[in-house]
């Protein structure tokens, strides 16, 4: 440990170059990757400004739960329906099962006002919200045919 300290204050402009290179890292990794926000954020920004939810997990996993008002377009189809994004006015929050896959997202939509949500899925069941899936719609439509859950 003294011999790391005596490093540092033997070469304070290499150290000084070293914390300067990880700040600019981490602040052009988290711009390049979308800003983030939490589920609580979720919720007002879609009540105030009618955020749009995109969630990209494949068709599969969006219907076994999602989060109501969202549209299911999955990230392999993400490519071709880039335009139909950018052509979206209000703000738009990615949502994949993680929130890693939505930083790719957003840099392939290069769009201003995209987010992707803290944690995704898992971060939004984390902080106790619900999601809406098959049990929620045929507990409604008893006897009724299954809607798609697909917009």
Same mark, same amino acid.
């Given at each position: 440990?003294?011999? #790391? +300290?005596?490093f540092?204050g033997?070469?304070? $402009?290499?150290?000084?170059? +070293?914390a300067?290179? #990880?700040?600019? $890292? $981490? #602040?052009?990794?988290?711009? /390049?990757?979308? /800003?983030?926000?939490?589920? *609580? ?5 879609? *009540?105030?400004? *009618? !955020? ?6 494949d068709?599969?996993?969006? !219907? ?13 189809? +993400?490519?071709? &329906?880039?335009?139909?994004?950018? !052509?979206i ?6 949502i ?6 939505a930083?790719a ?7 201003e006002?995209?987010? &992707? +949500?803290?944690? %995704?899925?898992? %971060?939004?069941?984390?902080a ?8 929620d719609?045929?507990?409604? *439509?008893?006897?009724? #045919? ?6």
């Amino acid at each position: 440990m003294d011999r #790391a +300290l005596e490093f540092v204050g033997n070469h304070p $402009f290499l150290f000084g170059i +070293l914390a300067v290179l #990880a700040i600019l $890292f $981490f #602040a052009i990794e988290n711009k /390049r990757s979308g /800003r983030k926000i939490s589920p *609580n954020t979720l919720g007002m920004m879609v *009540n105030s400004q *009618n !955020a749009q939810i995109i969630d990209i997990r494949d068709k599969k996993k969006f !219907a076994t739960g999602y989060i109501q008002g969202s549209r299911n377009i999955p990230f392999s189809e +993400l490519k071709d &329906r880039v335009s139909e994004i950018r !052509a979206i006015e209000q703000p738009v929050i990615i949502i994949c099962d993680m929130g890693v896959q939505a930083g790719a997202a957003i840099q392939m939509i290069g769009k201003e006002n995209v987010y &992707r +949500l803290d944690g %995704g899925v898992g %971060g939004w069941q984390g902080a106790g919200m619900p999601l809406v899936g098959p049990k929620d719609v045929s507990s409604k *439509n008893k006897g009724k #045919a299954k809607p798609s859950l697909h917009k």
